[in-house]
């Protein structure tokens, strides 16, 4: 789904893709670790229903107290930090109105990668 040109678009790339940065191939490895996403909310197309809240794994997200123009609450990203991009919240999500995005996994020389 494209996002609408008003909101930041993701960053290209799909699920567990890496790249080199400076075109090696044999000395470089994907960093391990836990993902790391981004999560992006369309404020007006919610109608808070609250499932994003509710079934983001990592509770990231809470509602606010605030009212969008329909008038209903929307969800406000409170732990960014925490969001892997796995997208349950998009999925969940009735309005399209909410979607999360892993990003690249990072690379670094084999050496000193633990
Ligand atoms: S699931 Fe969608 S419609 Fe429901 S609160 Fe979250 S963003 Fe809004
Ligand atoms: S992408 Fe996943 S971790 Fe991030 S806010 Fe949505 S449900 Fe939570």
Redesign the pocket.
């Known amino acids: 789904m494209d996002a609408p040109p008003d909101y930041p678009q993701p960053p290209i790339g799909g699920d567990r893709e890496w790249v080199m940065a400076d075109g090696a191939s044999d000395d470089r490895k994907p960093v391990k670790g836990p993902a790391k996403g981004d999560v992006y909310?369309l404020r007006e197309?919610?109608?808070?229903?609250?499932?994003?809240?509710e079934f983001c794994p990592t509770h990231v997200l809470e509602?606010s107290h605030d009212y969008n123009p329909k008038g209903?609450h929307?969800?406000l990203v409170s732990k960014p930090e925490a969001c892997n991009g796995c997208d349950l919240?998009g999925m969940?999500?009735?309005?399209f109105?909410?979607y999360g995005v892993r990003r690249r996994a990072a690379c670094k020389p084999i050496a000193s990668a633990s």
């Open positions: 909310v197309r919610c109608k808070g229903c609250g499932f994003c809240v509602m209903y929307y969800p919240c969940f999500c009735p309005d109105a909410i």
